[in-house]
Structure formats: structure tokens, C-alpha cells
């Protein structure tokens, strides 16, 4: 079956910095979605690829599908406590519309 | 608009005992999920259904998982008898349709089996 994997899992970040968390499926994807899940809190839809090669901006987060949709990849530049959280990636397989997430990136903020 | 809205937000029970969760979805939202999330991992979909019939339900352990919704809007989750492992937290989302939609999850309802 399809597997998504997001590395890395933990990532500990200075305030202020960038860092980056990738996605890689194990199948072509026909789309692929980001989600943000505060601690206690409920997964929230950030945003949906779905070209090969798209990049979409959402203020300081960049998200980036690959050419063969089959990775993915979220960049977060000048890191805010706010951005504290577990990021998932979701995707279907191009014969389904089953969202299969990865495990997360939790991301911690050092003041 | 109101979000998607989840009864109990706790539920501590012993194993072999039932639970039940129920999940009230987006108004108009045909699409209706139940996510099992384990500590650490991401989501796991149990079922989704459109409107009143099931789409997928091949990760439910139906043996002692059942959900159904009835009238295509509220949906329950049944555990009947419950397991140490599956204490997690049972989330519901909604979409509009299926396929390349945006999901809505409910707050979650986290059950503790002892």
C-alpha cells in the first residue's frame, strides 16, 4: 500500500531561523496536502498541491511539490513560536482519493 | 460558520467495555471521516462515507469497530469491546466531496482504555 514519510521527525529550531521538513511517498501522487496540528489541537488544512514543480507561498511558508509528485517539502523561514506544532503531509495515490499521512514534524522554538 | 463538532472530548474506559463517539460534520458537507491518531503518528482513516453510504472502510477492525450515519449528516464510531491499543484520540473530519478536498476535523475525542 501507499506510504508517506515525512523526515525529520523532530525538529528543534532557534527563533529566527529557517529549516525545512520534506515528504516522500512511496507512489505517485495526484495531489498533496499540508496540515498543522497545534499541541492538544486538531489537524488544520494549510494547503493543496497538485501540479508537478508547484510552489505556493503562504507569508513566511513555502511549500514545494515534486516533478515526479512523489515528494514534497515545507520551508518555514524566520521562525516564530507560533509556528510551534506537528506539520503532516497528506496524499492519495492517483487510483484513490484515501489521504494517507505521514508521521509529522513537530517543531519546537527555542526563544 | 460552525466547525465540525465531536461528543465526548474525554472517554476513560476499562477494556472489553463499548464506547461510543459521535461527530456532527459541516453543514452541507457530504463526506464524513473517522481518523484513528495514536500518540506520535499522524491519522489513520478508519472510514469515510458519502453522505449515508460507506466509500472506504478497509483499515476498520470491524470486529469490533462499527460506524454508520444514517440520515448523511451525524455519524457515531462504536468500539465493542474495547482494547488497551486502542487508546488513542478519534478524530472526525468533513468535506464537501471526495477526492482533492480540503478536510475540516473536528476537536478530537481521546479514549483511554485500562
Known amino acids: 500500500g501507499q506510504q508517506v514519510m515525512q523526515i525529520p521527525q523532530y525538529q528543534h529550531v532557534q527563533e529566527g531561523e529557517d529549516f525545512t521538513t520534506y515528504c516522500n511517498s512511496s507512489t505517485t501522487l495526484s495531489n498533496i496536502q499540508w496540515y498543522k496540528q497545534r499541541p492538544g489541537g486538531h489537524p488544520v488544512f494549510l494547503i493543496q498541491?497538485?501540479?508537478?514543480?508547484e510552489v505556493k507561498k503562504q507569508k513566511r511558508l513555502t511549500f514545494q511539490f515534486g516533478e515526479a509528485k512523489k515528494n514534497s517539502s515545507l520551508h518555514i523561514t524566520a521562525t516564530q513560536t507560533t509556528d510551534v506544532g506537528t506539520y503532516f503531509c497528506a496524499g492519495p495515490g492517483t487510483n484513490d482519493y484515501k489521504l494517507s499521512f505521514g508521521a509529522g514534524t513537530t517543531v519546537t522554538v527555542r526563544a | 460558520e460552525a466547525g465540525v463538532a465531536q461528543s465526548p472530548r474525554y472517554k476513560i474506559i476499562e477494556k472489553r467495555q463499548s464506547v461510543a463517539f459521535w461527530c456532527n460534520p459541516i453543514?452541507?458537507?457530504?463526506?464524513l471521516y473517522w481518523y484513528q491518531q495514536i500518540l506520535g503518528q499522524g491519522p489513520k482513516l478508519l472510514i469515510q462515507f458519502q453522505n449515508n453510504g460507506v466509500v472506504d472502510d478497509s483499515q476498520l477492525p470491524k470486529d469490533r469497530f462499527s460506524a454508520e450515519r444514517l440520515k448523511g449528516v451525524d455519524s457515531t464510531l462504536k468500539i465493542q469491546p474495547a482494547k488497551l491499543e486502542d487508546s488513542a484520540v478519534y478524530l472526525c473530519?468533513?468535506?464537501?466531496?471526495?477526492?482533492?478536498?480540503?478536510?475540516?476535523f473536528g476537536p478530537g475525542t481521546r479514549l483511554t482504555v485500562l
Open positions: 453543514s452541507g458537507h457530504a463526506t
Open positions: 473530519a468533513s468535506s464537501l466531496g471526495w477526492g482533492m478536498m480540503e478536510q475540516f
Open positions: 498541491l497538485v501540479k508537478s514543480g
